[in-house]
């Protein structure tokens, strides 16, 4: 069975989670710009600039190029960066408090 091909929602996904242009985002991934308009526009590329991609990104190709959810996971990874800048800019009290809570939290839903 074929797996499905998700590169370039999965690429343009990332770019958005990481608030990159596109010149930006092509040179992170050490491609050309070009290269990486046409992967975003119909997903397809060759293996060679894949691997290049998936190691500039530090992850597995496969994750890269079939996972239906890494949109998601972007998602929440961002959120959870933005929580813990957030979290550590608090007084060391109040994150105490909140470390607390939260482990009383994860206590009553682990049950």
Known sequence: MEKENFLSENLRACQQSRGMSLMEFAKELDIPKSTLRAILKDGNTTLETAIRIAVSM??????????RQ????????KHLEQAGDWFVSLPEETRGKIAELVAELWKLMSK
Do not use: P, R
């Open 70 to 77: 890494f949109s998601d996971k972007q998602f929440i990874l």
């Open 58 to 67: 530090g992850m597995g190709l496969d994750s890269l190029v079939h996972d």
